[in-house]
């Protein structure tokens, strides 16, 4: 059973950056398209970012020019680094397939922005 393992949120204040990682079991970056997600208290879990696996990227309009999403499939980790945070990216951040698949959601990793 694949496990993805997301890494790298804290506490940040208004304005800051955060790196976050995702690491898989085994291989299936190579396979499919890769995606963070986040989920906000009282809100429903929510597409961030993505990309694919030749390395195209597409991003949420909220955090457009912000964050960066990259992978690097020899090492089956899939990155999201996150600038110019603002209050309302706090959240849980998870890492899953694009579409997601139910089978893959961990742990995620809590991001806080706030001063």
């Known amino acids: 059973q694949v496990q993805l393992v997301e890494s790298g949120g804290g506490l940040v204040q208004p304005g800051g950056s955060l790196r976050l990682s995702c690491a898989a079991s085994?291989?299936?970056?190579?396979?499919?398209?890769m995606g963070w997600y986040r989920q906000a208290p009282g809100n429903q879990r929510e597409w961030v970012a993505s990309i694919t696996r030749i390395g195209i990227t597409n991003y949420a309009d909220s955090v457009k020019g912000r964050f960066t999403i990259s992978r690097d499939n020899a090492r089956n980790t899939v990155d999201l680094q996150m600038n110019s945070l603002k209050p309302e990216d706090t959240a849980v951040y998870y890492c899953?397939?694009?579409?997601?698949?139910?089978?893959?959601w961990g742990q995620g990793t809590q991001v806080t922005v706030s001063s």
């Open positions: 899953n397939l694009v579409p997601w698949a139910q089978a893959y």
């Open positions: 085994r291989t299936i970056f190579s396979l499919y398209t």
